[in-house]
């Protein structure tokens, strides 16, 4: 009997140690969950916040063009010129109204109009044009023209003001006629379009309430319909906290009851607002606090060791046994379930890293695109500047000059162009005039083909980024290797060259087509010859930058090959190099993962190659092809 009773205190014992090892467990567990939930909470909403900085930039864009369109500057020329307003004036503003008009009509968010309003003030406060949509006609507030003049801050001005019961968001940019101040454009956005699309970026999350904060008046667009108005404090205590900082608070809900609320802001960049999302904490970390929940394991580890004690006292043997199957049972099913769920959070990982890898190598392709179009772009606008500059506009004032000089004598031009000795003067001067003119025609010519051959380049590079954009769901299609390898060259052109690194290509023709994603395959020989590249900069040893592609096949097998001349690898690394998490340039070192295992998926074979540090390193990609192809 002493042996058995001996023998329940250490069963009661055991179990306990391993309730006290749950309860530990459990607690940190929902104590990273909960870290982790907020986490993801501030990321959403600085991403909304870059999402909604994004559409105000775009707005900046529409006002620097609106400041340098020829509508504005023919009016102001006009003026210089001293025309009227019956003649000439009025015909200039009414081409800038239709420029208003034609923006306002084209730019939109989804069905709804970004633009209500669009104002031109000349530097004294006068108005000159004002375009109104149905949304803004029925505003009648007086409003003095002259407080929105910023002539000392060229740069446009984004601000948010209340008046007459409803908001304004205004962009105000000041307009420039050959370096002279001449008046400011105000253009209102539509406080709908901007309404609807934070509703659309806040709609899918439940119980999410997301709005701007404009620091006003206590005002914000989308109003926070989850904050009472005596509760108005607590909208203050989420402004007054630092940005992406959670902060939690309590609020009365209709029926009286307290909720738990998290909320945070983001700073919209290029604006003085702050996006500002909060949500209940339930709906983001769980009902439950760590707190109570380690509370209610304690209880129930006292309830379980009571019960153990009874049984002992009972000493019935039947039931210590059944007792004892069922918290095996219960302890199985539970490290069944921490082991199911710890499966499907590390699944669940690695997607999200493939994911990232895909999405890094659309943003690199992208990047090398605009670095290209930059490139390009920027002989444009010296060429342009230089087309500004010419005399030939003063080359015509002066011939015009000549003409009415010549025309004041035409009764005795013969006798005035052969003796009078400024006729004989005028003559010569047209003729040099004239030479002059056809020397600037054939400058102006010159830079013209500049700008065309430079914009059909830009045409060219976009064309190629437009045809590896993923539209929906990307599907296998058939693809040629040597295109994918001649547009990855094409858009790495800019990259390249800078380097001085010398390509060498040897690919073969006639070659077969391959079944793949052509977007992904794309990535991925970008990503080697960048890679190529990043190792050619390290290798400091030689001044012979080169990169060699080849491109070969055999009755079943398509092989692409990338030599380079950098830093290599060391040898202890080339078996470790495509592993998850291992990088040689500080990295992620997800990128070769992603790599191998898009190849992998495709049912082909990559492998790396290299003698050693500086020695150079080679990169094969092997798939299958179908000749039929």
């Excluded at 977007?519 to 012979?544: G, R, W």
């Excluded at 001349?565 to 078996?575: A, F, R």
């Amino acid at each position: 009997m002493f042996r058995k009773r001996t023998a329940a205190v250490l069963a009661g014992g055991i179990l306990v140690l391993f309730l006290s090892f749950l309860l530990i467990v459990n607690y940190r567990s929902l104590i990273r969950l909960q870290e982790s939930a907020l986490t993801q909470f501030v990321q959403n909403l600085d991403k909304q916040a870059g999402a909604i900085s994004y559409f105000f930039s775009e707005r900046i864009i529409d006002m620097k063009n609106l400041a340098g369109a020829r509508e504005g500057n023919i009016f102001f020329e006009n003026k210089a010129l001293g025309m009227s307003m019956a003649y000439g004036l009025r015909a200039s503003l009414v081409q800038i109204d239709k420029r208003f008009d034609r923006l306002m009509e084209e730019k939109k968010m989804g069905e709804d109009p970004i633009y209500a309003r669009i104002v031109f003030v000349d530097e004294s406060g006068g108005l000159l044009s004002d375009r109104r949509r149905e949304i803004q006609k029925n505003h009648k507030e007086s409003i003095d023209w002259y407080t929105f003049l910023t002539p000392e801050n060229p740069e446009p001005a984004i601000m948010a003001f209340f008046v007459s019961n409803h908001m304004d968001i205004i962009i105000s940019i000041p307009y420039y006629f050959k370096n002279h101040y001449k008046g400011q454009i105000i253009a209102w956005l539509n406080c709908g379009a901007v309404n609807n699309m934070l509703s659309k970026k806040g709609g899918t999350i439940d119980a999410l309430h997301l709005y701007i904060d404009f620091g006003i008046y206590e005002k914000y667009l989308n109003d926070a319909s989850f904050c009472a108005g005596s509760d108005i404090h607590l909208l203050t205590m989420i402004r007054k906290t630092a940005p992406l900082q959670t902060l939690f608070f309590d609020l009365s809900g209709s029926d009286g009851k307290k909720i738990h609320y998290a909320g945070a802001k983001a700073a919209i960049a290029g604006t003085p607002f702050f996006l500002v999302m909060a949500m209940p904490a339930g709906e983001m970390v769980g009902h439950a606090t760590p707190m109570h929940l380690l509370i209610a394991m304690i209880v129930l580890a006292l309830f379980v060791t009571g019960a153990a004690l009874l049984l002992w006292r009972m000493d019935a043997r039947e039931l210590v046994l059944t007792a004892r199957l069922r918290e095996e049972s219960m302890r199985k099913k539970a490290v069944e379930k921490v082991v199911q769920e710890r499966t499907l959070e590390l699944k669940q990982t690695q997607k999200e890293l493939l994911s990232k890898a895909v999405d890094a190598g659309r943003a690199q392709l992208a990047a090398m695109v605009l670095h290209n179009i930059g490139n390009a772009v920027t002989p444009v606008g010296v060429n342009m500047e230089k087309l500004k500059k010419s005399k030939i506009k003063a080359m015509i004032y002066y011939l015009n000059q000549c003409y009415k000089d010549l025309t004041a004598h035409q009764e005795n031009l013969t006798e005035y162009v052969t003796k009078d000795s400024r006729g004989v003067q005028i003559i010569q001067y047209m003729g040099a005039l004239l030479d002059d003119i056809e020397k600037e025609r054939k400058k102006a010519a010159k830079l013209l083909n500049n700008a065309t051959a430079a914009i059909e380049y830009v045409s060219q590079v976009l064309s190629l980024q437009r045809s590896y954009a993923p539209s929906g769901k990307e599907m296998k299609e058939s693809v040629l290797m040597n295109f994918v390898v001649e547009d990855a060259l094409k858009i790495q052109e800019a990259t390249i060259s800078k380097r001085n690194i010398e390509i060498e290509k040897e690919l073969m023709s006639d070659l077969p087509r391959i079944s793949i994603e052509k977007n992904k395959l794309m990535q991925v020989v970008v990503n080697f010859i960048k890679n190529s590249c990043d190792a050619i900069d390290e290798n400091t040893e030689i001044e012979n930058h080169t990169i060699s592609i080849k491109t070969v096949c055999d009755d079943k097998n398509l092989v692409l090959t990338i030599t380079d001349t950098g830093c290599g690898v060391e040898p202890e690394k080339l078996n470790d190099i495509f592993e998850f998490g291992i990088s040689t340039k500080g990295s992620s070192g997800f990128g070769l993962y992603y790599c191998k295992s898009f190849v992998e998926a495709n049912n082909g074979t990559l492998t790396l190659e290299s003698s050693g540090k500086n020695r150079g390193a080679t990169v094969m990609m092997s798939f299958r092809h179908d000749k039929q192809s």
